[in-house]
């Protein structure tokens, strides 16, 4: 059997132990697939993009992977499909996020609950941030809540999902932070971060609450755009070093995301632990390091049974923060 190049090297280097490699040969996806649960363009986009590059650049995966977009319930398309009917797929990984996290602690993946798929890996995090267009009158947050509570009309909050999805909370924190009852707020839901993008061009929303990743990938490809804020207790490294934090403009507002990935509950224990293997392994290399850096993402790396535990804790703390806001039927 070939072995590609770059893998080649990486066994040579002793990056991959010989024993994990024959584990992984034996359960290569013959078709792999990263499905993105969003147009492109979005945070979504991005975190498939890691994967693909980082196994092309590589050679983890002998067959090159190819990106599904499945737009549809802020991820619950992508997670019906991949639970109801592919199961067993073990060519198809699917994207989340910290937000896909928080609609299972409301109920809004239908029947499945958190429980229903195996947790993969988490290749990044990612923070909230606050969006304006570069010619907006806002220059800072403090700007921004001053005319927010002043007339909560006239700002419209606008990002990818729906009412108590992940964007939807970081506005309502916002709100809450500006002394401004969030059920007043003017929030409008978009299909993933590139149409909400397209609204803050057209100037149809003031802001966009947006992540760091899309932030700093829009900023590095010229878009006229302002990043006021982001949701982290300290500044972010890199490119958006220069950007300050709410907290350092006076509003306590966080919102971590974690980035990562998740298979079909009834996919075997010896292709789960390829797709382990092969991230855990990826997430060693120069070249995962490189793509995380220039998606905009932040080291957090955990794959399999360490992933599942931390996810599931997430989920409980979700939910906890959406009854504080009046989301769980009770």
Not at 7 to 33: D, H, M, N, W, Y
Not at 176 to 202: C, N, P, Q, S, Y
Not at 265 to 285: C, G, H, I, R
Request: proline share 5%.
């Amino acid at each position: 059997m070939m072995v590609p190049m770059k893998l080649r090297a990486l066994l040579a280097a002793g990056v991959i132990g010989l024993g994990a490699f024959s584990s992984v040969q034996a359960q290569q996806p013959a078709k792999p697939e990263c499905i993105a649960p969003a147009q492109p363009g979005g945070g979504f986009d991005l975190t498939c993009r890691v994967a693909l590059n980082g196994f092309l650049e590589t050679g983890l995966l002998e067959q090159p992977m190819r990106t599904v977009y499945m737009p549809g319930g802020v991820g619950a398309v992508a997670y019906n499909h991949i639970v109801a009917q592919r199961p067993g797929d073990g060519n198809a990984i699917a994207a989340f996020s910290g937000g896909s996290l928080l609609n299972l602690a409301q109920g809004k993946f239908g029947k499945y609950s958190v429980d229903d798929v195996r947790w993969l890996a988490a290749i990044g995090s990612d923070y909230g941030v606050a969006i304006v267009r570069n010619d907006a009158p806002f220059t800072d947050l403090k700007s921004l809540m001053a005319a927010f509570k002043a007339d909560p009309t006239k700002i419209v909050l606008g990002a990818g999902g729906s009412v108590g999805g992940q964007d939807w909370m970081k506005a309502a924190l916002t709100a809450r932070a500006a002394d401004v009852d969030f059920r007043k707020m003017r929030f409008v839901a978009f299909e993933g971060g590139g149409e909400a993008m397209t609204a803050l061009r057209g100037g149809h929303i003031q802001a966009y609450m947006g992540d760091a990743a899309e932030a700093y990938t829009m900023l590095e490809g010229g878009a006229p755009i302002r990043v006021l804020a982001v949701f982290n207790d300290k500044r972010l490294d890199g490119a958006l070093a220069d950007i300050p934090t709410a907290k350092e403009q006076g509003f306590d507002i966080e919102w971590p995301i974690i980035r990562g990935f998740y298979v079909g509950p009834k996919v075997s224990d010896e292709q789960y632990q390829w797709w382990v293997n092969a991230f855990e392994q990826l997430m060693k290399t120069p070249e995962f390091a490189r793509l995380q850096k220039q998606q905009g993402l932040f080291p957090f790396n955990m794959a399999g049974a360490e992933l599942d535990s931390y996810v599931k804790e997430r989920v409980v703390q979700y939910r906890e923060l959406a009854d504080s806001f009046g989301l769980i039927k009770k």
